[in-house]
């Protein structure tokens, strides 16, 4: 649809929810009729142009201070926002969107760093499985006492080898099943969570594996 027929339409109220809100979700909706339903006074269609990757820097800017929290944590899962918006939204006193920014795979690292001392273990989970987050704070989090920081580090496809190692032989059963079903883990680690004394354990290390395994196959072939 053209921008002028769009405009056309809209205007007259002429266009269903359904064709609004897939037009706001288009990756190849053009920037000028994203600009337009960002300004939509239903709440839901701002937020699907809040996530949209197509969206301008200067429609997320704007939107980032929307009045509603559905809106403000699209912004903030938005791969394309700028550092000063998600530095600015990870302040907010909003837990929901300060773990959607922790979960944003372009979020700094200095970001990533402050939030890994939240006071919700929630946002810390994030942090621990942002592949963005530094080795330091990983090995860090690997070592909590809580098991849930424990099983996100372990599924983190950039925990390095020593890491998964030290997790494959958690005493928590859940960080050894992240481990399991981590596709990076080297093959010797899943090897010996095949015989975890926890069958869901096991099948899910024998799986990742023949996954692995399946993957180097494909790759060979392509050479």
Do not use: H, W
Not at 5 to 23: H, K, P
Not at 124 to 131: F, G, H, Q, R
Not at 202 to 212: I, N
Request: aromatic fraction near 6%; proline fraction near 4%; include cysteine.
């Amino acid at each position: 649809m053209v921008i002028r027929e769009f405009t056309f339409q809209y205007a007259l109220g002429t266009l269903n929810s359904c064709v609004i809100e897939t037009m706001a979700s288009n990756k190849r909706t053009s920037k000028k009729i994203l600009e337009i339903l960002s300004k939509d006074v239903n709440k839901t269609v701002r937020a699907i142009v809040a996530y949209n990757l197509n969206t301008p820097i200067e429609v997320l800017k704007i939107l980032s201070k929307d009045r509603y929290q559905v809106v403000r944590c699209n912004v903030a899962n938005n791969p394309r926002t700028p550092v000063g918006v998600l530095e600015r939204l990870s302040k907010s006193k909003n837990y929901y969107i300060r773990d959607y920014i922790a979960n944003n795979i372009n979020t700094p690292i200095e970001i990533l760093k402050k939030l890994s001392k939240d006071e919700n273990i929630s946002i810390i989970n994030s942090v621990a499985s942002n592949p963005n987050t530094p080795l330091k704070i990983l090995e860090k989090l690997s070592k909590s006492k809580y098991s849930l920081n424990r099983a996100y580090v372990a599924e983190n496809p950039k925990a390095p080898t020593k890491i998964l190692q030290r997790l494959s032989k958690d005493k928590d059963e859940n960080v050894r099943y992240a481990v399991a079903e981590n596709v990076n883990a080297p093959e010797n680690i899943l090897f010996n969570l095949i015989k975890d004394k926890y069958y869901y354990v096991g099948v899910k290390a024998a799986e990742t594996l023949v996954s692995k395994r399946k993957d180097k196959c494909r790759t060979s072939k392509k050479k």
